[in-house]
């Protein structure tokens, strides 16, 4: 039997997802928590997505040592410095440009993007379908909280059409990017997406993109109660929750029982749905560092040892 | 030693190379592609990465990247590119990621004139970039000194931790000449950023610094310490809090202080110039680059015609060698500055020779055209008239 987007027909052995593991049990290991206090809103989603990523460091195996991660500018941006890896707190949208050196100079290293949809999708949109194309093995997270929050909530790229924010006082006026989509026509070879409310599945889905060779791509959607919230009805973040838990289905029913997390399954007549969870597309393709790598060797042979002009 | 006919596009890639930098992000733009050309040959023969980017925000990230895992780093552009770059050229002077930028310049504003060369971005490489950011900012005149000049470049970008540019020129990227290159660039003295010496669980940070002339280590990412390059800073700068929220005002204060004092307690390491007959001129030509070059020929043309003439030539332009300009000017009655610009160099001048009662006057010409020794000869008659 072949499955849809290459999935394979038999999946491998799995690994325990671990979620029993006290947290503080993982804080330990991974996190590094300098001001001893988060910097988000109180309820905000960026922490409970901060959470996941550190289960799926765990989940992956990472040497935590061996990570680099970079970002740009948003509520998000203090993520990078919470973890024990090494990160570039770097300008507004050049997260991918920067992991795309990171990648390059040190293929050894676990490479990740912590960036904002804004951050990602409006000023970084340039850098982020490029390193799709390329296919580089780094993955990219994108915290879509539908709008910019770090400048006080006006409309991103993503927020939906005819949402409330600062700058859409009468209706965002523009369509909505669908990012996940945007990553597959540029080349990505994993696409996943998942919500903040389903903390098992979207520690599944950041692992499985930490371990995919090749550019992976995550759409972590993440509440901003405080400020999309609170314009568009939903003011507290326990009312954000349900509204992920609501309106979210899983995308593949080929996927086994176990890994479903209670996610009710998609199917073809439920055309008005918001979120479609899961590994949206997967696909094998040549990575970028080891193409080069190739390249190098055969550069390499045709010159004698010694660095001559 | 050995001889070769050299592209001096060709001559900065190979100073890139000898100065170590095995990392090259680029975007053709006429007149610096040759150097993404060359880069894009060479790297990989040496070991190295070359990765064309997306545009020019890209290459100066994707180097910033490249060099945080401690790969030496570079990329080129001209005119419209390095308009681009300021964003993230500040960036990284501020998070004090050692790059080198090599910018061939091209003449005139917004997409300029691809093809015709220009000295127009001297004061954009020092006030381009957003936030009383520091520069070090090299020129060089001929083909050979782009190589050594650009060897220096890497070098001083590792010693000092900071962005250092190779301020060239379409007539000189553009223009081929025989030089000598040495046989074996391992025989070149090259510097190294300075790294941490205590254990990763000692490390305060990249931005230990208690003095304003720290240049604090900087840890390679993926080594074993926790690295964090920012420009807000978790680390401890002057000794303040350890925060990601933001600079207080006294770290703030500290830090743009610093960014300019580790390079100010250096100067002379970094500053490098070349006089001619200096000693006994009652005029005295200050060019840079190219056009130093035709300063040189005034100056014998007016010594043949009785005319006490020196040169200075400026090779560091940033920070500016103020003091340099003041001693070879000790006897002059009038200063000429011929530059392809409006003044930004004689402006520089004047600052230098302020309140000395020295004349200072421009030769200067916006078209692309190289000065010529006869157009200084006949501004060195009117000054002196
Ligand atoms: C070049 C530049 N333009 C604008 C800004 C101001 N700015 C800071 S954060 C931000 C938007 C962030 O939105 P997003 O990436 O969605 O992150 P969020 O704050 O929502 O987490 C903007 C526009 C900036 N820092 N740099
Ligand atoms: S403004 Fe929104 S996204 Fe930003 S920290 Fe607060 S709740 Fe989170
Ligand atoms: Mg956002």
Same mark, same amino acid.
């Given at each position: 039997?072949?499955?849809?987007?290459?999935?394979?027909?038999?999946?491998?052995?799995?690994?325990?997802?671990?979620?029993?593991?006290?947290?503080?049990?993982?804080?330990?290991?991974?996190?590094?928590?300098?001001?001893?206090?988060?910097?988000?809103?109180?309820?905000?989603?960026?922490?409970?997505?901060?959470?996941?990523?550190?289960?799926?460091?765990?989940?992956?195996?990472?040497?935590?040592?061996?990570?680099?991660?970079?970002?740009?500018?948003?509520?998000?941006?203090?993520?990078?410095?919470?973890?024990?890896?090494?990160?570039?707190?770097?300008? &507004?949208?050049?997260?991918?440009?920067?992991?795309?050196?990171?990648?390059?100079?040190?293929?050894?290293?676990?490479?990740?993007?912590?960036?904002?949809?804004?951050?990602?999708?409006?000023?970084?949109?340039? &850098?982020?379908?490029?390193?799709?194309?390329?296919?580089?093995?780094?993955?990219?997270?994108?915290?879509?909280?539908?709008?910019?929050?770090?400048?006080?909530?006006?409309?991103?790229?993503?927020?939906?059409?005819?949402?409330?924010?600062?700058?859409?006082?009468?209706?965002?006026?523009?369509?909505?990017?669908?990012?996940?989509?945007?990553?597959?026509?540029?080349?990505?070879?994993?696409?996943?997406?998942?919500?903040?409310?389903?903390?098992?599945?979207?520690?599944?889905?950041?692992?499985?993109?930490?371990?995919?060779?090749?550019?992976?791509?995550?759409?972590?959607?993440?509440?901003?109660?405080?400020?999309?919230?609170?314009?568009?009805?939903?003011?507290?973040?326990?009312?954000?929750?349900?509204?992920?838990?609501? =309106?979210?289905?899983?995308?593949?029913?080929?996927?086994?029982?176990?890994?479903?997390?209670?996610?009710?399954?998609?199917?073809?007549?439920?055309?008005?749905?918001?979120?479609?969870?899961?590994?949206?597309?997967?696909?094998?393709?040549?990575?970028?560092?080891?193409?080069?790598?190739?390249?190098?060797?055969?550069?390499?042979?045709?010159?004698?040892?010694?660095?001559?002009? | 030693?050995?001889?070769?006919?050299?592209?001096?596009?060709?001559?900065?890639?190979?100073?890139?190379?000898?100065?170590?930098?095995?990392? *090259?992000?680029? *975007?053709?733009?006429?007149?610096?592609?040759?150097?993404?050309?060359?880069?894009?040959?060479?790297?990989?023969?040496?070991?190295?990465?070359?990765?064309?980017?997306?545009?020019?925000?890209?290459?100066?990230?994707?180097?910033?990247?490249?060099?945080?895992?401690?790969?030496?780093?570079?990329?080129?552009?001209?005119?419209?590119?390095?308009?681009?770059?300021? =964003?993230?050229?500040?960036?990284?002077?501020?998070?004090?990621?050692?790059?080198?930028?090599?910018?061939?310049?091209?003449?005139?504003?917004?997409?300029?004139?691809?093809?015709?060369?220009?000295?127009?971005?001297?004061?954009?490489?020092?006030?381009?970039?957003?936030?009383?950011?520091?520069?070090?900012?090299?020129?060089?005149?001929?083909?050979?000194?782009?190589? $050594?000049?650009?060897?220096?470049?890497?070098?001083?970008?590792?010693?000092?931790?900071?962005?250092?540019?190779?301020?060239?020129?379409?007539?000189?990227?553009?223009?081929?000449?025989?030089?000598?290159?040495?046989?074996?660039?391992?025989?070149?003295?090259?510097?190294?950023?300075?790294?941490?010496?205590?254990?990763?669980?000692?490390?305060?940070?990249?931005?230990?610094?208690?003095?304003?002339?720290?240049?604090?280590?900087?840890?390679?990412?993926?080594?074993?310490?926790?690295?964090?390059?920012?420009?807000?800073?978790?680390?401890?700068?002057?000794?303040?809090?350890?925060?990601?929220?933001?600079?207080?005002?006294?770290?703030?204060?500290?830090?743009?202080?610093?960014?300019?004092?580790?390079?100010?307690?250096?100067?002379?390491?970094?500053?490098?110039?070349?006089?001619?007959?200096?000693?006994?001129?009652?005029?005295?030509?200050?060019?840079?680059?190219?056009?130093?070059?035709?300063?040189?020929?005034?100056?014998?043309?007016?010594?043949?015609?009785?005319?006490?003439?020196?040169?200075?030539?400026?090779?560091?332009? $940033?920070?500016?060698?103020?003091?340099?300009?003041?001693?070879?000017?000790?006897?002059?009655?009038?200063?000429?500055?011929?530059?392809?610009?409006?003044?930004?160099?004689?402006?520089?001048?004047?600052?230098?020779?302020?309140?000395?009662?020295?004349?200072?006057?421009?030769?200067?010409?916006?078209?692309?055209?190289?000065?010529?020794?006869?157009?200084?000869?006949?501004?060195?008659?009117?000054?002196?008239?």
């Amino acid at each position: 039997m072949s499955l849809p987007n290459g999935m394979p027909a038999t999946r491998p052995a799995k690994k325990k997802l671990d979620l029993q593991r006290p947290l503080d049990e993982l804080v330990e290991m991974y996190a590094d928590i300098p001001d001893k206090s988060f910097r988000y809103c109180p309820g905000c989603g960026l922490g409970m997505a901060q959470s996941a990523i550190m289960r799926a460091f765990h989940r992956a195996g990472v040497d935590i040592t061996k990570v680099a991660t970079a970002g740009g500018s948003g509520c998000y941006s203090v993520m990078g410095h919470y973890f024990k890896s090494s990160h570039i707190h770097g300008s &507004h949208g050049r997260g991918c440009a920067y992991a795309t050196g990171l990648k390059l100079a040190r293929p050894e290293l676990t490479v990740l993007t912590l960036q904002g949809d804004g951050d990602l999708l409006a000023i970084g949109g340039n &850098h982020f379908i490029h390193a799709a194309r390329r296919n580089i093995d780094i993955t990219v997270i994108c915290f879509n909280n539908y709008n910019f929050g770090d400048t006080g909530g006006q409309f991103a790229p993503t927020t939906p059409l005819g949402s409330k924010t600062d700058t859409s006082s009468l209706g965002m006026p523009e369509p909505a990017f669908d990012a996940c989509k945007l990553a597959i026509g540029a080349g990505a070879g994993f696409v996943a997406r998942s919500t903040v409310a389903h903390p098992a599945h979207l520690t599944k889905m950041i692992a499985d993109a930490i371990e995919w060779k090749g550019f992976a791509f995550v759409e972590v959607m993440q509440h901003c109660h405080v400020l999309w919230g609170r314009r568009n009805g939903m003011p507290e973040a326990m009312d954000m929750m349900r509204f992920y838990k609501d =309106n979210s289905v899983l995308h593949l029913s080929t996927v086994p029982e176990e890994e479903r997390f209670d996610i009710p399954v998609y199917s073809e007549d439920e055309k008005d749905v918001k979120f479609v969870l899961g590994v949206l597309h997967r696909e094998k393709k040549p990575e970028y560092t080891e193409e080069y790598a190739k390249l190098r060797a055969k550069a390499m042979a045709k010159l004698p040892a010694k660095v001559k002009s | 030693m050995t001889k070769r006919l050299l592209l001096g596009n060709d001559a900065f890639c190979e100073g890139l190379i000898a100065g170590g930098v095995r990392f *090259y992000a680029g *975007y053709p733009i006429t007149p610096a592609t040759e150097i993404a050309e060359a880069m894009s040959r060479r790297m990989p023969q040496v070991g190295g990465t070359y990765v064309q980017m997306e545009d020019e925000l890209g290459s100066m990230s994707a180097i910033m990247g490249a060099s945080a895992t401690g790969v030496k780093s570079a990329t080129a552009s001209a005119g419209p590119g390095m308009a681009l770059m300021q =964003n993230e050229l500040g960036q990284a002077i501020v998070a004090e990621i050692p790059l080198v930028v090599v910018n061939v310049q091209r003449a005139g504003p917004g997409i300029g004139n691809a093809t015709r060369s220009g000295q127009m971005e001297l004061m954009q490489s020092r006030y381009g970039a957003n936030g009383e950011v520091p520069a070090v900012v090299l020129a060089p005149s001929t083909v050979e000194e782009a190589f $050594w000049l650009t060897v220096k470049a890497v070098n001083l970008s590792e010693m000092l931790r900071t962005v250092v540019i190779v301020l060239g020129e379409g007539l000189l990227g553009l223009q081929r000449a025989v030089v000598d290159l040495p046989d074996d660039y391992g025989e070149i003295e090259l510097a190294e950023r300075p790294r941490p010496t205590v254990p990763p669980a000692q490390y305060l940070g990249n931005y230990n610094a208690n003095e304003l002339s720290d240049v604090p280590p900087i840890a390679d990412f993926g080594s074993g310490y926790k690295s964090i390059l920012s420009s807000v800073g978790i680390s401890r700068r002057g000794g303040g809090d350890i925060s990601v929220l933001g600079l207080s005002e006294n770290d703030q204060d500290f830090t743009i202080r610093r960014l300019h004092q580790k390079l100010l307690d250096r100067k002379d390491e970094i500053t490098l110039f070349e006089e001619f007959m200096t000693d006994d001129a009652e005029i005295v030509y200050i060019a840079f680059g190219t056009q130093a070059l035709s300063a040189i020929g005034a100056m014998h043309e007016a010594r043949a015609n009785g005319i006490r003439a020196g040169v200075l030539r400026l090779i560091s332009l $940033w920070p500016f060698p103020e003091e340099v300009v003041r001693s070879c000017c000790a006897k002059a009655r009038a200063v000429v500055v011929p530059e392809m610009n409006l003044g930004q160099a004689r402006l520089l001048v004047g600052n230098a020779l302020a309140n000395t009662g020295v004349k200072i006057v421009g030769v200067n010409r916006v078209d692309s055209i190289t000065i010529k020794p006869a157009q200084i000869l006949d501004r060195t008659m009117e000054v002196l008239s």
